[in-house]
């Protein structure tokens, strides 16, 4: 996976609870993405960043904020998690300037659920 | 909305044959992008095809890309079981500054190739 590791893999949490799931890569790229994959919507970008302290919203950032204060770390927030966040999330990475226009590696993935 | 429409949505083939699935897309790209996602994990870049290029050969892949009419299409020759996952066309558009490395993410085409 292209040393991109997401944390935690599974976590199960309660409605209005917050959750950070964490992403991190080893590959020094400088844009990384959360997106979050539900049946019938293939994957549907959060929010991404295009450098350290630099985000941007995506098309679903509604209820999400996110974190970029190293190159390697970008974190995501459900500052007060609803069932309709219930999903898999999925982080990745790209670096346009240094590999083919902006193929991106993927994370493995954290499932989520909110009771 | 999704930028690309994936077709069809469920694509069942026995081993050795060819499997052709169909992408398209409404505004105008700089370059279209396939990935597979075997279950469970994240998804992983197979071809890129620019938007100056008609068509492309990797493997046992071959993509084509009509501009005119907005459409991509993915091949997979003689087909194995371990070809089984999802395909998911991504498009890349034009507009610069920190959007450049942003993806667009189809719904994706589930092939399930039997023994």
């Known amino acids: 996976d292209a040393g991109i590791t997401q944390s935690p893999r599974h976590k199960v949490t309660e409605t209005g609870t917050p959750v950070t799931l964490r992403c991190h890569q080893t590959?020094?790229?400088?844009?990384m993405y959360w997106y979050r994959q539900d049946p019938g919507h293939g994957l549907r970008l959060i929010h991404y960043?295009?450098?350290?302290?630099?985000?941007d919203k995506g098309e679903v950032s509604d209820g999400y904020s996110v974190s970029r204060s190293k190159t390697e770390d970008f974190l995501l927030t459900l500052e007060s998690a609803t069932s309709s966040q219930t999903s898999v999330y999925f982080c990745?990475?790209?670096?346009?300037?240094?590999?083919?226009?902006?193929?991106?590696?993927f994370g493995p993935g954290t499932r989520l659920t909110v009771l | 909305s999704q930028q690309g429409e994936e077709d069809p949505q469920a694509l069942s083939i026995q081993e050795g044959e060819n499997a052709t699935m169909n992408c398209s897309y409404k505004?105008?790209?700089?370059?279209l992008q396939w990935y597979r996602q075997n279950s469970g994990r994240g998804l992983v870049h197979l071809i890129l095809?620019?938007?100056?290029?008609r068509e492309k050969h990797s493997g046992r892949l071959r993509v084509t890309l009509d501009t005119s009419k907005k459409s991509s299409s993915l091949l997979i020759t003689a087909s194995r079981a371990a070809d089984t996952a999802s395909y998911f066309c991504?498009?890349?558009?034009?507009?610069?500054?920190?959007?450049?490395?942003?993806?667009?993410f189809g719904q994706g085409t589930i092939l399930t190739v039997h023994p």
């Open positions: 990745a990475i790209s670096e346009p300037q240094r590999t083919d226009y902006n193929e991106q590696f």
């Open positions: 095809i620019r938007s100056n290029e």
């Open positions: 590959e020094n790229h400088r844009y």
């Open positions: 505004t105008s790209i700089n370059n």
């Open positions: 960043s295009y450098g350290v302290k630099d985000t």
């Open positions: 991504a498009t890349g558009n034009r507009t610069g500054g920190t959007s450049y490395g942003k993806l667009t």
